[in-house]
């Protein structure tokens, strides 16, 4: 394979997994519309079960610039292909000089180890820029910086250059601080990675041709109709754990497998993102956790829908207080001809709180008070207007617990849309 092909492979992958579907027609317009994400981790596994979508995902989508999204995760865990620590993303649209959009990624991942230690790193940080102008004129720049970076068997150089590739023999080709940007429709993509590994040979259940990244972004923009539709907007994620507002406590998990709900929507299209695992010691362990959107809007009219919803497997909470062996969840929102209906609906396998079985047919906002513990809403639903919100599990601890502090927060399985 050479360099060319390799660089072409890794873009379609991380195309796939970005694209968003905008195909609004190009005009001559200064309002752009734009997405924005970074994540610590992904592994796309080829006929294997082997597989790990984005990790510790930010994710901005919009039109109004002013908009931010941050994420963290303490480790990640893919067994034989990725080990790594302590995960931080961001996403971040401003307001700049000459009035411009200007969009900033960030990914920062500590203790990187990678196929077994063949790849080590202390840390790596990749940023990506793309700067919209209200002349319809756009820019990108990216980079990443290397921590203490070594490849076995490979002198790297002190400066590592923009889409620098390696080849471990026999075993994997790697794009290293790689950068690719390109315009079509008047539009503008960009994307960064600070590592990009293409595997040669099988390896951790993983076949030859498989692909690990390390802290991919994403950002494109296009310039929209003055008519651009009802403003939609919405997630779905598994987990997140918050220390309560003021703590100095520093435990702190961000969403997992978030989605978001694209401005321009899916174009019916569901868009999905899931992790293998998610373990935060002492305080919560699941198994697989997928999330999907899917949305449409009219252009011209305020009519639009929107589904969101998140599944999750093997779900153990506070070491057994909370226990299932699968929780479910969707949000739904729809507008026609200024009629708004929105609807939740939540499913469960075996879901327990202290010992008690959770009925199949469970209320919403169904209160349980667990003494030592604090407060768990099941089937927690809130809408106001045209928003809504659902999650399947809700936690809010009166006392101190696994390190987390009184007026800590859990959420298991959460989908939300909104449609204004």
């Known amino acids: 394979m050479t360099r060319t092909t390799l660089r072409a492979g890794m873009a379609a992958g991380l195309l796939a997994l970005f694209a968003t579907g905008f195909s609004v027609p190009a005009q001559a317009a200064t309002a752009w519309a734009y997405v924005s994400t970074a994540g610590g981790t992904y592994v796309q596994a080829l006929d294997s079960n082997i597989s790990s979508q984005l990790t510790a995902r930010s994710g901005i989508t919009g039109g109004p610039v002013g908009k931010k999204s941050s994420n963290s995760t303490a480790s990640v865990n893919v067994a034989g292909l990725v080990n790594a620590g302590v995960i931080t993303t961001s996403a971040t649209s401003t307001a700049v000089a000459g009035g411009a959009n200007q969009l900033v990624s960030t990914a920062k991942t500590a203790g990187v180890n990678l196929l077994g230690g063949l790849i080590t790193a202390d840390a790596i940080e990749t940023t990506s820029t793309l700067t919209a102008n209200p002349d319809g004129t756009s820019s990108t720049d990216g980079g990443t910086k290397f921590v203490n970076l070594k490849i076995a068997g490979i002198n790297l150089p002190v400066n590592i250059p923009r889409n620098y590739f390696v080849e471990i023999p026999g075993v994997a080709k790697i794009g290293i601080n790689g950068f690719i940007s390109g315009t079509a429709d008047g539009g503008r993509a960009s994307q960064a990675w600070g590592l990009g590994i293409v595997l040669l040979k099988g390896l951790g259940g993983a076949q030859p041709g498989a692909a690990v990244y390390v802290n991919p972004t994403y950002q494109s923009v296009m310039p929209v109709p003055p008519a651009q539709g009802a403003d939609i907007a919405g997630n779905a994620f598994g987990t997140w754990v918050q220390a ?3 703590s100095t406590v520093g435990i702190n998990s961000g969403p ?56 999750l497997a093997k779900v153990n909470v506070l070491g057994g207080v909370i226990t299932a062996d699968a929780v479910g969840v969707t949000a739904h929102g729809k507008r026609v001809s200024g009629a708004y209906t929105g609807k939740m609906n939540m499913t469960l396998v075996n879901l327990k709180v202290a010992g008690v079985v959770i009925p199949l047919d469970v209320k919403p906002n169904t209160t349980i008070n667990v003494a030592g ?45 909104r449609i204004l």
């Open 244 to 246: 309560a507002a003021g």
């Open 256 to 311: 997992t497998a978030m989605i978001q709900t694209p401005y321009a929507g899916s174009f019916g299209k569901p868009l999905t993102n899931s992790t293998a695992s998610v373990n935060v010691p002492g305080i919560l362990s699941t198994g697989v956790i997928t999330s999907t959107t899917t949305s449409t809007k009219v252009i011209g009219t305020l009519d639009a829908e929107i589904t969101n919803s998140n599944q």
């Open 373 to 417: 513990l604090g407060k768990v809403v099941i089937n927690q639903q809130i809408q106001n207007g045209p928003w809504n919100i659902i999650r399947g599990v809700y936690v809010e601890l009166s006392t101190a617990q696994a390190g987390l502090p009184v007026g800590a927060t859990i959420e298991i399985a959460v989908a939300a849309t």
